[in-house]
């Protein structure tokens, strides 16, 4: 059974950093792209990075571009989002969801990890 | 970037009766390998989105098949054929055709 596991999320004051973890399970985490996607209080979800298979090709929103970094350990079966220059407007659930391999897009999603950006 | 609308935003229903959400892009999403890249989630209250549909028409491991989606180039449609007490949340159309991937605001389905 597949399985995402977020943490490191919580309270951070603004321009802060903070570092998403995600450990999956159940499937070769090194044979898939993976992504980032977050959900403000009350909104809609925005895919915010991304990262291909091994690591060398990633992409971001223009919204997180600069500040935000996608990054992988396959030994570990881990995914990171390291997070810097953090605004309010941050603030949200981040989901570490699998790319899927049987079409563009993306299939399992995680629980979520709630990140706040609050003075 | 391409813009996913969907409508309506609010969709009261009846139990036993059938629902249906619209959602329409900016641009088409046939890519060039054919295929379009439309998918559709779920999301119940205080849980992650759950992939029920994906290329326009394919139902995910372990969907009911009351669930069913249509359409082509810009225009897509997601239908329950008899809406359950378990279906209400929120649903999004996602498209991954083109870079960035882009959600629909969502439709929240509400029972009557």
């Known amino acids: 059974e597949v399985h995402l596991v977020e943490s490191g999320g919580g309270l951070v004051q603004p321009g802060g950093s903070l570092r998403l973890s995600c450990v999956v399970s159940?499937?070769?985490?090194?044979?898939?792209?993976m992504h980032w996607v977050r959900q403000g209080p009350g909104k809609g979800l925005v895919g915010v990075a991304r990262?291909?298979?091994?690591?060398?090709?990633?992409n971001y929103a223009e919204s997180v571009k600069g500040r935000f970094t996608v990054s992988r350990d396959d030994a570990k079966n881990t995914l990171y989002l390291q997070m810097n220059s953090l605004r309010v407007d941050d603030t949200a659930v981040y989901y570490c969801v699998r790319g899927s391999n049987m079409f563009r897009g993306v299939d399992y999603w995680g629980q979520g990890a709630l990140v706040t950006v609050s003075s | 970037d391409v813009v996913m609308t969907q409508t309506p935003l609010s969709s009261p229903v009846t139990l036993g009766q059938p629902a249906s959400i619209s959602c329409r892009s900016s641009q088409s999403l046939v890519d060039s390998d054919g295929n379009t890249y439309l998918s559709w989630f779920q999301q119940r209250p205080g849980q992650p989105p759950r992939l029920l549909i994906y290329?326009?028409?394919n139902r995910f491991s372990g969907v009911p098949d009351r669930f069913s989606g249509s359409g082509a180039g810009t225009d897509f449609t997601l239908k329950i054929s008899r809406v359950e007490p378990e279906d209400v949340g929120i649903y999004y159309c996602?498209?991954?055709?083109?870079?960035?991937?882009?959600f629909g605001q969502g439709t929240k389905l509400e029972i009557k």
């Open positions: 990262i291909n298979i091994d690591g060398t090709y990633t």
């Open positions: 996602l498209q991954s055709t083109l870079f960035p991937h882009t």
């Open positions: 159940g499937f070769t985490f090194s044979t898939y792209w």
């Open positions: 290329k326009i028409s």
